[in-house]
T-cell receptor, first 111, second 118 residues
Framework: GQNIDQPTEMTATEGAIVQINCTYQ??????LFWYQQHAGEAPTFLSY????GLEEKGRFSSFLSRSKGYSYLLLKELQMKDSASYLC????????????FGAGTRLAVHP | GAVVSQHPSRVICKSGTSVKIECRSL??????MFWYRQFPKQSLMLMAT?????????EQGVEKDKFLINHASLTLSTLTVTSAHPEDSSFYIC??????????????FGPGTRLTVT
């Protein structure tokens, strides 16, 4: 079976740092993605981790621990435009590179 | 680069009719395309995977006779919702994978199609 868990909602203040966690249980793990999705729009790619450790890209960083089935997305220097849903997705090994998405975390950034 | 378009962006149809949604990769050849459905405040659910020139592979619980997928070329896949019902109202999103360059593991998403069945 497969299961991906994320908090449903989070709030944070403009300029602050927020960490969004994702835990997963899946057979055939082959990488983890984070996507940002604004309401009514398609997801946009943020990060990809396949090896343990931290990947940093500007204000966004993503961490993966394969042994713990755990990842987090770290957003620094929050801006109002960061208010969106953040989707954790696991890539299954095997053909077609299927992605299995978590339910998403709705982040609200307040002034 | 790596742009995926969908048409139409919004469609309203009457119950019992069929609706076709197009997904195009504009600047790359998509060896594989994926169709997702997303209900309000829920995540993306994979419906099917299609490869150019072959039959689509449907996820468990998705009716292949109701959701017809055709991947006729390396840049176009279509999803036809047949005999639509109000419960089919949803946000349909396609994605495409470019197997020829860059990061073949990455999926590029289209902007989505909002279907409303009345």
């Amino acid at each position: 079976g497969q299961n991906i868990d994320q908090p449903t909602e989070m709030t944070a203040t403009e300029g602050a740092i927020v960490q969004i966690n994702c835990t997963y249980q899946t057979s055939g793990f082959n990488g983890l993605f984070w996507y940002q999705q604004h309401a009514g729009e398609a997801p946009t790619f943020l990060s990809y981790n396949v090896l343990d450790g931290l990947e940093e890209k500007g204000r966004f960083s993503s961490f993966l621990s394969r042994s713990k089935g755990y990842s987090y997305l770290l957003l620094k220097e929050l801006q109002m435009k960061d208010s969106a849903s953040y989707l954790c997705a696991v890539r299954r090994s095997g053909g077609y590179n299927k992605l299995i998405f978590g339910a998403g975390t709705r982040l609200a950034v307040h002034p | 680069g790596a742009v995926v378009s969908q048409h139409p962006s919004r469609v309203i149809c009457k119950s019992g009719t069929s609706v076709k949604i197009e997904c195009r990769s504009l600047d790359f050849q998509a060896t594989t395309m994926f169709w997702y459905r997303q209900f309000p405040k829920q995540s993306l659910m994979l419906m099917a995977t299609s490869n150019e020139g072959s039959k689509a592979t449907y996820e468990q619980g998705v009716e292949k006779d109701k959701f017809l997928i055709n991947h006729a070329s390396l840049t176009l896949s279509t999803l036809t919702v047949t005999s639509a019902h109000p419960e089919d109202s949803s946000f349909y999103i396609c994605s495409a994978r470019d197997g020829t360059r860059g990061r073949p593991y990455e999926q590029y998403f289209g902007p989505g199609t909002r279907l409303t069945v009345t």
